[in-house]
């Protein structure tokens, strides 16, 4: 325990701070620390900024007399104020661990599939060693299994590669998070099984959305492709994307599930609005690849993708253009940041002065707006907090519980087994389909056409990482905005994406907006290759829900008179936190 003799002025540095102390050595008396500079700080309670300093060269006497006044007139602050601060922090930080102790246990399912198909063809294997059917080496995958059961470092260390790429994070796993529920205790639906009919629908739905890449969203009603994309996936058995009259028509196909979704144009307003960025404003115009690119149709290159190679690179347009169809949506989500776009959005309806929520404790005050709370720090803050909660989540999902093949590995099973070289591994649904018998057609390979020369990021499928980002991001956002307020002189692109064009149609809300928003950074991966519908959209409730934990929480931590957040759920609940 130290004595301190606290002055009014800042100090500059530790060296003044050691240069008065050996000017008191007959005033302090200290314990025989051996420190460092930051723990010394830390230990007697320096560390923060602006907090009470000792001013060097400052006399003994006057150095008492300064402490004693501050000491007993501390900023005017009640002595309970100050005695109780820390132990009230404490007890915040009690409550929300012990609403996660309070969790049930989950009992965590998969499909099953890695069980059911001994050659693993419906697990993730990317970058582990592949014989020429692109079947796993049996001994990498056990020691990736052994890895993922252990959660040790060395473990992981072992597991053998075929290439040069490296697996995406797998101890990510297991880690923690002081804030929000532990990625252990939320439960998902396990993925389809992949013999399934749902898992057949969202195989016919990817390989449609790839052939369909650059069709323009204006063109969607008049396009032939689209038209017999509707029309297959509503003959489908099992095909869960939204429907009109039972049947998958130009205005739902390859849309979100919920009624933003579906209000006017494909792109959500957030996509198209320019950024404001302090004094810049940033035009929402991005890169996209060249039309009619698409990778790793040729099998010996799909094939050196599976064991972790990089054979080909993206070819990329030189004007930026507005996002327009399903080839600049997936490039937009394939360089983007992750909550890129939900940070824009909180940036655009500050902007735009959006209305808060009606919870907002300072739309009644008559003397204060909020700032630090409940305004632009505050959004900011939670919007991006949320980010890597959600992926902790994701990861735990992934890795440790699912390990879905990814639809690329998923187009060399249909391809082989058409080609006759693999016995019965995939539904009739897909190998009948009318996609891919037009996927061969034009590549002359039953393979799935890719729009990134990597192929998929190098973890397993099921949830999408950006889904889970994009459920807590907006789930956030609409606890912090009026979700019913109309959305201002709302925009399409034109058909190439060269400009932006007026939208006259019906009203568009924010709350409809953002969810079309979490939709179109979800599902545009599908547009890409690399994920299902089921990914985003089970990402999309999961993130939902971390967002959801993490609010409850950061509600024990407000001075204000704050009646808690509210919010409309995917679902289209209406809950309070």
């Not at 004693?68 to 930080?93: C, H, K, M, T, Y």
């Not at 489908?236 to 039972?246: A, I, N, T, V």
């Not at 539904?427 to 390979?445: G, H, I, K, T």
């Not at 807590?472 to 956002?477: H, K, M, P, S």
Request: charged letters at 20%; hydrophobic letters at 40%.
């Amino acid at each position: 325990m130290m004595l301190l003799l606290l002055a009014r002025k800042k100090l500059e540095s530790y060296d003044q701070l050691e240069k008065l102390f050996n000017n008191l050595k007959g005033v302090l008396i200290f314990m025989s620390f051996n420190i460092n500079r930051r723990q010394f700080l830390f230990r007697s309670g320096l560390a923060g900024v602006g907090v009470l300093g000792i001013a060097s060269g400052v006399g003994v006497s006057e150095s008492t007399a300064l402490a004693q006044s501050v000491i007993q007139n501390p900023g005017e602050l009640s002595e309970s104020i100050l005695g109780d601060r820390a132990q009230n922090a404490f007890q915040i930080r009690q409550q929300a661990a012990q609403m996660g102790l309070n969790r049930p246990k989950v009992n965590h399912q998969n499909n099953n599939d890695e069980k059911f198909y001994t050659n693993r063809a419906g697990n993730f294997h990317k970058t582990l060693p592949h014989n020429d059917l692109g079947e796993v080496d049996p001994g990498a995958y056990d020691a990736l299994r052994r890895a993922l059961t252990t959660g040790r470092a060395q473990d992981f260390e072992r597991i053998p590669q075929g290439g040069i790429q490296k697996l995406a994070n797998p101890q990510a796993a297991f880690a923690y998070d002081l804030m929000g529920p532990d990625n252990f205790t939320i439960s998902l639906p396990h993925a389809p099984f992949m013999l399934s009919q749902e898992a057949g629908g969202e195989v016919v739905e990817v390989y449609w959305k790839a052939l369909a890449r650059d069709v323009p969203f204006s063109d969607y009603e008049s396009d032939p492709t689209v038209e017999r994309a509707a029309g297959e996936l509503s003959s489908l058995s099992d095909f869960r994307g939204p429907k009109q009259g039972g049947s998958v028509t130009p205005l739902t196909i390859f849309r979100g599930n919920t009624a933003g979704d579906l209000a006017g144009p494909y792109i959500s307003q957030f996509l198209f609005h320019p950024v404001p960025h302090g004094a810049q404003q940033i035009e929402q115009r991005s890169q996209t690849t060249v039309a009619g690119l698409n990778h790793m149709v040729d099998y010996a290159n799909w094939l050196d993708v599976q064991n972790g190679n990089l054979p080909e690179s993206n070819i990329y347009e030189e004007t930026p253009r507005y996002i327009s169809n399903g080839r600049g949506l997936g490039e937009y989500v394939h360089q983007d940041y992750p909550g890129q776009a939900f940070v824009n959005a909180a940036l655009i309806m500050l902007n735009k002065g959006t209305a808060f929520d009606h919870s907002n404790p300072y739309l009644q005050s008559a003397t204060q707006d909020g700032f630090v709370t409940f305004n632009i720090t505050h959004i900011l803050n939670v919007v991006s907090g949320v980010v890597s909660c959600a992926l902790k989540h994701a990861w735990f999902h992934k890795w440790l519980v699912n390990r879905r093949v990814r639809p690329e590995a998923f187009g060399g099973l249909v391809h082989n087994q058409l080609i006759g070289k693999m016995s019965s591994v995939v539904s009739n649904d897909v190998l009948e389909s009318e996609a891919v018998q037009e996927a061969f057609r034009q590549n002359n390979s039953y393979l799935l056409p890719m729009a990134y020369s990597e192929g998929s990021p190098t973890h397993p499928a099921y949830p999408a990482g950006h889904a889970t980002i994009s459920g807590a991001c907006v789930t956030a956002l609409k606890a912090m905005f009026d979700e019913d307020a109309v959305f201002e002189a709302p925009v399409v692109a034109d058909r190439d994406g060269a400009s932006l064009l007026p939208y006259s149609g019906s009203a568009l809300t924010v709350g409809g907006e953002l969810d079309k928003l979490a939709a179109n950074i979800s599902l545009g991966r599908d547009f890409a290759g690399v994920h299902y519908r089921s990914d985003g959209i089970q990402g999309m409730f999961l993130g939902e829900s971390v967002a959801l934990g993490v609010l409850a929480e950061l509600r024990l931590t407000y001075p204000e008179n704050f009646a808690g957040f509210s919010l409309t759920t995917f679902s289209g609940e209406k809950v309070s936190i």
